[in-house]
């Protein structure tokens, strides 16, 4: 039986990454962020994981609005670091792990989550950032990665209780998965955030937290926050957060909390990590 | 009226919004490709022609009207590929839509960001003078 090993929620800034590919993270202005991903790293390192379910969006990469799906599931043996408009970045491909991604496109079809699945798709900063700040730059990611992709661009994005539901799904899969796999669920973007219009630059750094508590201790609650109150209390792309539903739903309900780590500012974003396992 | 229109200076990229914006957000989507980005920077006019844009939306692209951009249906990520074809980052992009110079942008995100209190609602930007908001 495959087992859930572990919980990661992680912003993926795409500047964390760019500081990452150019070397900047010991300036001035990246050693404060960087030093709290290290305790990550550590963490990431010791658990070893075999999978990465990297929950994650999609910004206009792999999907234009001529297609939009809610949940897409990642079914390919490798994907390529996505052009976003300025090149792709200089990361190595992420190998996938198509025959436990197939398991969990039928288990979760078939537990009435329905996916769309996808055969070829390039993956953006929404899941190689995540992958630079838990694994920083190796010649090759040490784990394979099953990439779960969430419209969050096109509102409505789907709700957190249906994202926190879909994490409980996931759990079941993996657990009825015939290998020994050991996988870390990983719930990306967020945390507070605007980039768009007279509002950007929002930051809440005390919704952040409040939703962190929420989320650790009493998922069922965090998941009924409403859309509205990410947007206006958090900013337009903190929406994101409902993808850190999905990592939370794939734990039990009371859990333990490794590590959290908060930062602003990394570009125009509260910055937040937070590891999490069975209690 | 939806309930976040009540949120001031935010676009929120609904259905209206979408299709409002399609063909633009469809050239803008198209610049993920280097060939395009190259056809672009050779003649922004005649690969706009490519697109069936609405006046308003080529005059947008044509002039970096940044913040008009997302009023004539742009998707902020779409909007994005556009300035990265320039060169900006996304904090200057950012900066531009406010209307702040991307040195102020930058300190008040050193110092902690735009703060929560007195921009929840369009009605506290109106009561403090501010500009109004988007969305709507």
Redesign the interface.
Same mark, same amino acid.
């Given at each position: 039986m495959a087992r859930v090993v572990g919980g990661v929620a992680c912003s993926h800034v795409?500047?964390v990454g760019v500081a990452v590919d150019k070397g900047l993270t010991g300036e001035p202005y990246w050693a404060p962020y960087f030093a709290k991903v290290e305790p990550a790293r550590e963490w990431m390192a010791a658990v070893d994981p075999d999978v990465c379910i990297v929950v994650y969006n999609d910004?206009?990469?792999a999907f234009?609005?001529?297609v939009i799906p809610t949940f897409a599931l990642g079914l390919a043996a490798e994907f390529a670091p996505?052009?976003?408009?300025?090149?792709p970045r200089p990361v190595p491909p992420v190998e996938g792990h198509p025959e436990l991604a197939w398991h969990l496109a039928e288990s979760l079809v078939l537990d009435e989550f329905d996916l769309t699945l996808v055969n070829e798709m390039d993956v953006d900063h929404g899941l190689t950032v995540p992958l630079s700040v838990l694994f920083g730059q190796p010649p090759t990611w040490p784990c394979r990665v099953v990439p779960l992709c969430v419209n969050v661009?096109?509102?409505?994005p789907p709700t957190g209780h249906r994202c926190y539901r879909l994490g409980q799904a996931i759990r079941r899969a993996v657990e009825s998965y015939a290998g020994d796999e050991r996988v870390v669920v990983c719930g990306t973007g967020g945390m507070?955030h605007? @980039?768009?219009?007279? #509002?950007?630059?929002?930051?809440?750094?005390?919704?952040d937290h409040g939703f962190m508590d929420l989320l650790v201790a009493d998922p069922e609650a965090a998941a009924r926050i409403p859309? @509205?109150e990410y947007? #206006?209390?958090?900013g337009?792309?903190s929406i994101e957060l409902v993808m850190w539903l999905v990592m939370r739903g794939a734990l039990d309900a009371t859990v333990r909390e490794h590590y959290r780590a908060t930062h602003?500012?990394t570009?125009?974003t509260?910055n937040g990590i937070l590891i999490l396992t069975d209690a | 009226m939806r309930?976040?229109d009540?949120?001031?200076?935010?676009?929120?990229?609904?259905?209206r919004r979408?299709r409002q914006g399609?063909p633009l957000?469809?050239f803008?989507?198209s610049?993920?490709?280097?060939e395009n980005?190259e056809a672009f920077r050779d003649d922004e006019a005649a690969y706009l022609d490519r697109f069936p844009l609405l006046p308003e939306q080529r005059e947008a692209v044509l002039q970096r009207q940044w913040?008009r951009l997302?009023d004539v249906g742009g998707?902020?990520?779409?909007t994005?590929?556009l300035a990265?074809?320039d060169g900006m980052?996304?904090?200057e992009?950012?900066?531009e839509?406010?209307?702040m110079t991307p040195e102020a942008?930058a300190e008040?995100?050193?110092s902690?960001?735009?703060?929560?209190d007195g921009?929840?609602?369009r009605s506290e930007w109106q009561t403090s003078g501010?500009?109004d908001?988007?969305g709507g």
């Open positions: 795409p500047a910004h206009a990469s234009s609005l001529e996505a052009d976003e408009g300025y090149g661009i096109q509102y409505p507070s605007q @980039l768009q219009a007279q #509002r950007a630059g929002l930051i809440n750094v005390a919704f859309h @509205l947007l #206006r209390e958090a337009s792309e602003v500012p570009s125009n509260h | 309930d976040y009540d949120i001031p200076g935010t676009y929120v990229f609904d259905g979408s399609y957000n469809q803008l989507m610049l993920n490709r280097a980005r913040l997302l998707n902020l990520y779409y994005y590929k990265a074809c980052s996304f904090q992009l950012a900066a839509q406010t209307g942008y008040m995100m050193l902690g960001g735009r703060p929560i921009n929840r609602s501010s500009a908001g988007g």
